[in-house]
């Protein structure tokens, strides 16, 4: 066995105690170690003078011990050592709380590099407990300082000489599986190479290059084994509906199916007349009438004498849909069951015997009560409405189940085709791009703050009106690194440190807007809130017992409020313009004439393009294929992540982030497929030997 092979308990000093604390952090093999990213890396190659620090931050300086360490017990169990070092510009006292052991590790006369927050009383520097390491001019320290993510049980030190030691086992060992080609023309670092900028950086430039290389690893192994993972789910066999006669179901519905829907339903009914599993996404803006598409293929699967199912987010959602399909489905004859989390136990019984007898057609329910033991007579289709609200699991459960059904998923998240192909993986695309005629268009402005007191006034003459008004300011994103430290996953932007402009925060400016309003009744609600306050507030907003709503992005999704008859979006510049559409679907929802206005007063041209997008459509595919092509993927993923797109992808990274690393994403599928094309996997067989560790690791994950 190779030593990468071998379990933990190979490396120097590591025994039972100490495997069972890596076992906690998914570590068994030395190998793992390799795959253990630090978190984040300290800047201590940043040396400030004591005179020139700055008071309470974390900073590195080079000090030379000054006086022999003192130990001193102040009280029982509590003992201090304690020195002065200094540099050219001061002197600064060091303590160390309850470890008697530094005692002797500071020589007088040595130079150290300390990392810790200075304090300074009176005149006096001060540091306690700072990081040491001893300094030298042969051997340089490097400025990194990796951190890793750690268990009970494990020091950083222990890790890193852990990490150590499978470093230069790699270097033996280890072989590169991403085939040259690839890497060259990406301009990537080798695979040792990366390993080691990754865990030792020397320089900056070293570790992005590394991270650069292991982001685009994961994603191209992920692509990878995405193409083959669906390409193999699409060798098993479905229920054949030849029948595909569609006019008694359509001469029933009260109007005209769009163009854009007849091609997506002839896009159903091509795939279900085949053996191959159906295996298609429909997407199209919210209101664009999917669900009489999903309606069309449950006729036809029933139709061909098999059962169906609509899974569903919600109970609520549930209800809605059983609503309009049942009294449409029972002219057809039909059988539809509802099956709900608020059915007695009695109830859920029948319904499930019901379906297990074929003695109903569709079900509609929650994924969680449709997956959970129920046997279908016969079923032959599922279809799952608002795909982006559910979680990995159910897909999970999809992919598993699924095998021999036809599977339809429904999302109302616009993703541009490009992205859309990597979002959504192995799944056709069905598109629809048209809104049924007759809707009612929200008239969009994009002013600056010069326009404040109009718009005021325009807010007041709304609510005179007996209108309500939303204004909506942008959330204010706290990072949850320990202050100087640099997170892994926020290298890279640090070259691009965007200009911030000031933000409006929901409570100070309701407080503003009160102050000057005082006769509307004005109220705010921010994600921070409590659930249930949250609830209270937008109830009354829903009541007319608000005038004035400010809140940030919490009221995206799922509120109804047909008064609502303008939005003001502040620091329009902020939002994605996915996030901009959905929030402006909020308005408009009821007879009144509705308003958008997007307030912003930057000069970026681009900002300034993408707003200008919002007022000239309200197409929510215009609007995400303009905002991709302004921010590029990987700002748009960014701006779009709450919005379900971050998660479809169904797989914890390591280190890619889809997100900020959408631009590498598009490289990796495009390299990824014509890697696949041209039939060359076999040839590289550590390669395949990941793939395939990754296509069983998901395996095990699903069963
Ligand atoms: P979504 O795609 O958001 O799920 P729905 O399927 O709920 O949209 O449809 C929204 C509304 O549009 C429904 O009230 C539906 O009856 C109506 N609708 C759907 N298709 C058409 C059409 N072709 N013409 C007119 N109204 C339609
Ligand atoms: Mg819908």
Same mark, same amino acid.
């Given at each position: &066995?190779?030593?990468?092979?071998?379990?933990?308990?190979?490396?120097?000093?590591?025994?039972?105690?100490?495997?069972? $604390?890596?076992?906690? =952090?998914?570590?068994?093999?030395?190998?793992?170690?390799?795959?253990?990213?630090?978190?984040?890396?300290?800047?201590?190659?940043?040396?400030?003078?004591?005179?020139?620090?700055?008071? +309470?931050? /974390?900073?590195?300086?080079?000090?030379?011990?000054?006086?022999?360490?003192?130990?001193?017990? !102040?009280?029982?169990?509590?003992?201090?050592?304690? #020195?002065?070092?200094?540099?050219?510009?001061?002197?600064?006292?060091?303590?160390?709380?309850?470890?008697?052991?530094?005692?002797?590790?500071?020589?007088?006369?040595?130079?150290?590099?300390?990392?810790?927050?200075?304090?300074?009383?009176?005149?006096?520097?001060?540091?306690?407990?700072?990081?040491?390491?001893?300094?030298?001019?042969?051997?340089?320290?490097?400025?990194?300082?990796?951190?890793?993510?750690?268990?009970?049980?494990?020091?950083?030190?222990? !890790?890193?000489?852990?990490?150590?030691?499978?470093?230069?086992?790699?270097?033996?060992?280890?072989?590169?599986?991403?085939?040259?080609?690839?890497?060259?023309?990406?301009?990537?670092?080798? =695979?040792?190479?990366?390993?080691?900028?990754?865990?030792?950086?020397?320089?900056?430039?070293?570790?992005?290059?590394?991270?650069?290389? =292991?982001?685009?690893?994961?994603?191209?192994?992920? @692509?990878?084994?995405?193409?083959?993972?669906?390409?193999?789910?699409?060798?098993?066999?479905?229920?054949?509906?030849?029948?595909? *006669?569609?006019?008694?179901?359509?001469?029933? =519905?009260?109007?005209?199916?769009?163009?854009?829907?007849?091609?997506?339903?002839?896009?159903?009914?091509?795939?279900?007349?085949?053996?191959?599993?159906?295996?298609?996404?429909?997407? +199209?803006?919210?209101?664009?009438?999917?669900?009489?598409?999903?309606?069309?293929?449950?006729?036809?699967?029933?139709?061909?004498?098999?059962?169906?199912?609509?899974?569903?987010?919600?109970?609520?959602?549930?209800?809605?849909?059983?609503?309009?399909?049942?009294?449409? #489905?029972?002219?057809?004859? !039909?059988?539809?069951?509802?099956?709900?989390?608020?059915?007695?136990? /009695?109830?859920?019984?029948?319904?499930? @015997?019901?379906?297990?007898?074929?003695?109903?057609?569709?079900?509609?329910?929650?994924?969680?009560?449709?997956?959970?033991?129920?046997?279908?007579?016969?079923?032959?289709?599922?279809?799952?409405?608002?795909?982006?609200? #559910?979680?990995?699991?159910?897909?999970?459960?999809?992919?598993?189940?699924?095998?021999?059904?036809?599977?339809?998923? &429904?999302? $109302?998240?616009?993703?541009?085709?490009?992205?859309?192909?990597?979002?959504?993986?192995?799944?056709?695309?069905?598109?629809?791009?048209?809104?049924?005629?007759?809707?009612?268009?929200?008239?969009?402005?994009?002013?600056?703050?010069?326009?404040?007191?109009?718009?005021?006034?325009?807010?007041?003459?709304?609510?005179?009106?007996?209108?309500?008004?939303?204004?909506?300011?942008?959330?204010?994103?706290?990072? *949850?690194?320990?202050?100087?430290?640099?997170?892994?996953?926020?290298?890279?932007?640090?070259?691009?440190?965007? /200009?911030?402009?000031?933000?409006?925060?929901?409570?100070?400016?309701?407080?503003?807007?009160?102050?000057?309003?005082?006769?509307?009744?004005?109220?705010?609600?921010?994600?921070?809130?409590?659930?249930?306050?949250?609830?209270?507030?937008?109830?009354?907003?829903?009541?007319?017992?608000?005038?004035?709503?400010?809140?940030?992005?919490?009221?995206?999704?799922?509120?109804?409020?047909?008064?609502?008859?303008?939005?003001?979006?502040?620091?329009?510049?902020?939002?994605?313009?996915?996030?901009?559409?959905?929030?402006?679907?909020?308005?408009?929802?009821?007879?009144?004439?509705?308003?958008?206005?997007?307030?912003?007063?930057?000069?970026?041209?681009?900002?300034?393009?993408?707003?200008?997008?919002?007022?000239?459509?309200?197409?929510?595919?215009?609007?995400?294929?303009?905002?991709?092509?302004?921010?590029?993927?990987?700002?748009?993923?960014?701006?779009?992540?709450?919005?379900?797109?971050?998660?479809?992808? +169904?797989?914890? #990274?390591?280190?890619?982030?889809?997100?900020?690393?959408?631009?590498?994403?598009?490289?990796?599928?495009?390299?990824?497929?014509?890697?696949?094309?041209?039939?060359?996997?076999?040839?590289?067989?550590?390669?395949?030997?990941?793939?395939?560790?990754?296509?069983?690791?998901?395996?095990?994950? !699903?069963?």
């Amino acid at each position: &066995m190779s030593f990468l092979e071998s379990p933990v308990t190979a490396l120097h000093g590591v025994g039972a105690v100490r495997a069972a $604390a890596y076992e906690r =952090l998914g570590i068994r093999k030395t190998e793992d170690l390799l795959w253990h990213f630090p978190r984040s890396y300290e800047n201590r190659g940043d040396i400030r003078t004591l005179a020139e620090a700055t008071v +309470g931050e /974390k900073q590195a300086f080079l000090l030379t011990v000054a006086t022999k360490p003192t130990l001193a017990k !102040i009280k029982r169990g509590m003992s201090l050592v304690k #020195f002065r070092a200094f540099d050219a510009t001061g002197t600064c006292e060091i303590t160390y709380f309850n470890q008697d052991f530094l005692k002797n590790s500071f020589e007088v006369g040595r130079e150290y590099r300390f990392y810790g927050k200075l304090e300074q009383k009176a005149k006096r520097y001060a540091m306690s407990s700072p990081a040491h390491e001893e300094w030298s001019e042969e051997k340089p320290l490097a400025s990194l300082f990796p951190i890793y993510p750690s268990a009970e049980g494990l020091t950083q030190k222990q !890790i890193k000489a852990g990490v150590h030691e499978v470093l230069s086992a790699a270097a033996r060992e280890l072989t590169d599986h991403l085939p040259d080609g690839i890497r060259l023309k990406n301009r990537l670092p080798a =695979l040792m190479t990366a390993l080691r900028g990754i865990h030792t950086p020397e320089t900056y430039e070293d570790l992005i290059a590394a991270k650069r290389r =292991l982001v685009y690893d994961e994603l191209f192994l992920f @692509a990878l084994s995405l193409r083959l993972s669906a390409k193999r789910e699409r060798q098993t066999g479905a229920p054949i509906f030849s029948d595909g *006669d569609l006019s008694p179901f359509l001469a029933l =519905l009260p109007y005209r199916l769009t163009g854009a829907q007849t091609r997506a339903i002839g896009d159903i009914l091509a795939d279900v007349a085949k053996e191959t599993p159906m295996n298609r996404i429909l997407v +199209g803006d919210v209101g664009c009438g999917k669900t009489v598409c999903a309606a069309a293929a449950l006729y036809t699967a029933v139709k061909n004498g098999h059962q169906g199912a609509l899974m569903v987010p919600t109970e609520i959602l549930a209800r809605q849909h059983a609503a309009d399909l049942a009294p449409l #489905f029972e002219k057809l004859g !039909i059988r539809v069951t509802l099956l709900l989390g608020a059915l007695t136990e /009695k109830q859920k019984r029948e319904a499930r @015997a019901a379906i297990a007898a074929h003695e109903t057609d569709v079900v509609i329910g929650t994924q969680a009560l449709i997956g959970e033991g129920v046997e279908f007579a016969t079923l032959g289709l599922v279809v799952i409405d608002e795909q982006h609200r #559910f979680g990995v699991n159910q897909r999970a459960w999809l992919t598993e189940k699924g095998r021999h059904v036809h599977t339809l998923v &429904m999302s $109302a998240t616009p993703i541009p085709r490009t992205l859309a192909l990597t979002v959504y993986g192995g799944l056709d695309i069905s598109k629809i791009d048209e809104i049924p005629p007759g809707r009612q268009k929200v008239e969009t402005f994009f002013v600056g703050e010069s326009y404040r007191e109009r718009l005021e006034a325009f807010v007041r003459k709304q609510v005179a009106e007996g209108g309500c008004v939303y204004i909506v300011c942008p959330a204010v994103e706290e990072s *949850d690194a320990e202050e100087g430290e640099i997170l892994l996953s926020e290298l890279g932007e640090l070259y691009s440190p965007e /200009k911030k402009t000031p933000l409006k925060s929901a409570v100070a400016y309701t407080k503003e807007l009160s102050e000057r309003h005082p006769d509307l009744r004005i109220s705010f609600v921010h994600g921070k809130m409590k659930s249930a306050d949250k609830d209270k507030v937008m109830r009354a907003f829903a009541g007319g017992e608000i005038d004035v709503l400010v809140s940030t992005t919490v009221i995206e999704v799922g509120v109804n409020v047909p008064n609502a008859c303008l939005m003001i979006v502040e620091n329009a510049d902020r939002f994605g313009l996915s996030q901009l559409h959905q929030l402006r679907g909020r308005v408009g929802r009821g007879t009144r004439k509705s308003y958008c206005v997007l307030v912003s007063d930057t000069n970026g041209e681009n900002a300034k393009k993408r707003l200008k997008t919002m007022c000239a459509t309200n197409d929510g595919y215009e609007i995400a294929e303009t905002d991709l092509k302004l921010r590029g993927p990987g700002d748009f993923l960014r701006a779009n992540a709450n919005m379900g797109i971050r998660q479809s992808g +169904g797989t914890e #990274f390591r280190i890619a982030d889809l997100c900020d690393d959408g631009d590498v994403l598009l490289r990796a599928f495009t390299d990824a497929e014509e890697f696949l094309a041209a039939r060359a996997l076999a040839e590289y067989p550590t390669l395949l030997e990941k793939v395939q560790g990754m296509l069983a690791e998901n395996e095990t994950r !699903i069963n």
